[in-house]
């Protein structure tokens, strides 16, 4: 089944100790998300690319990059990992014409433990 | 700014009741207003999803409905099961060069007991 899949479900890493978060998608979408989740709290959204294009949202740390070698992939790396970035990280993907109807697919995302 | 409010934060309920979820949003200009179901460490999953002209939709026990000209929309569950506990988010769509920016409810968290 076509799907968004994240790598691993489960993180912890030390504070301070650089982690990638992988997603990959068989949708064949142009545009993939990623997205910082806290407890209780809203989806936010960190960044976006639209095919090879990265747009970054403005209040996004500059520990978070973000990196999409092919349209399948896409990684969030967290350089130095504090105690406050820990949460769940959600990608997401959605179609190639850009439309907003267009809806957003999201993966069953990453729990990040910062110790 | 474009905002999306839902209500109550979070809701108990007997399996077999009826419950409705709030959402009022003042994202402008509005494209689409989307429902997920996120369940417990899980990423959201898209129950419906209306455009301006469409009033109600439903999927299975799910009614959503949305009013255009008071912005606000409203998810109902009927006959309610143990596997509906999860929190139930309102998206919002906005037109913009991307295209594809949502902006989120805060998420009613629906806790169903036997």
């Known amino acids: 089944d076509a799907m968004v899949i994240q790598n691993p479900r489960y993180q912890v890493t030390q504070f301070g100790k650089p982690v990638t978060l992988s997603c990959s998608q068989t949708?064949?979408?142009?545009?993939m998300y990623w997205y910082q989740q806290k407890s209780s709290q809203a989806p936010k959204l960190l960044f976006h690319?639209?095919?090879?294009?990265?747009?970054n949202e403005a209040d996004t740390p500059d520990n978070f990059q973000s990196r999409r070698p092919n349209t399948s992939f896409c990684f969030l790396d967290i350089r130095s990992p504090g105690l406050g970035d820990a949460a769940m990280y959600l990608c997401?993907?959605?179609?190639?014409?850009?439309?907003?109807?267009?809806?957003?697919?999201f993966g069953p995302g990453t729990r990040l433990t910062v110790l | 700014k474009n905002q999306v409010e839902q209500s109550p934060q979070s809701l108990i309920i007997l399996e077999g009741k009826n419950c409705t979820l709030q959402c009022n949003y003042t994202v402008s200009p509005f494209s689409n207003l989307r429902w997920y179901k996120q369940d417990t460490g899980r990423g959201p999953v898209s129950l419906t999803i209306m455009t301006f002209s469409e009033n109600t939709k439903s999927n299975g026990r799910y009614t959503a409905t949305l009013d255009a000209d008071t912005k606000q929309s409203s998810l109902h569950i009927t006959a309610s099961q143990l596997s509906d506990s999860a929190s139930y988010i309102c998206?919002?769509?906005?037109?913009?060069?991307?295209?594809?920016?949502?902006?989120f409810g805060g998420g009613t968290r629906l806790m169903v007991k036997p």
């Open positions: 949708l064949n979408h142009n545009v």
């Open positions: 690319y639209y095919d090879k294009d990265f747009n």
């Open positions: 997401a993907t959605s179609g190639r014409d850009g439309s907003s109807y267009n809806e957003q697919f």
């Open positions: 998206v919002v769509s906005g037109r913009n060069n991307a295209g594809n920016m949502l902006t």
